[in-house]
Nanobody, 113 residues
């Protein structure tokens, strides 16, 4: 079955960096577009960033463009999100999601001001 396991979240000061990882299994990872979505308390889901199967195309929400970088290692079946210059408004639960809709359990990001 499809499994998506996120890691790398934590507490960081504003201006700091975190790197999220998502280990994928149960499907052909290299054939699947992948995304990171986030949900802050009391707010809806935000599509943070997406990447196509071979990593040649990426997209970002306006609020994170220039600070976050999505990437993937198809040999390791792993998706990444490098988050730099974090802001308090980036605090949320971050989920890895594949194009078919499956989503992991999430990893919490807390940004202190």
């Amino acid at each position: 079955q499809v499994q998506l396991v996120e890691s790398g979240g934590g507490l960081v000061q504003a201006g700091g960096s975190l790197r999220l990882s998502c280990a994928a299994s149960g499907f052909t990872f290299s054939n699947s577009g992948m995304s990171w979505v986030r949900q802050a308390p009391g707010k809806g889901l935000l599509l943070v960033s997406s990447i196509n199967g071979d990593g040649s195309a990426t997209s970002y929400a306006h609020s994170v463009r220039g600070r976050f970088t999505i990437s993937r290692d198809n040999a390791k079946n792993t998706l990444y999100l490098q988050m730099d210059n974090l802001k308090p408004e980036d605090a949320a639960m971050y989920y890895c999601q594949r194009s078919a809709g499956d989503r992991g359990q999430g990893t919490q990001v807390i940004v202190s001001s």
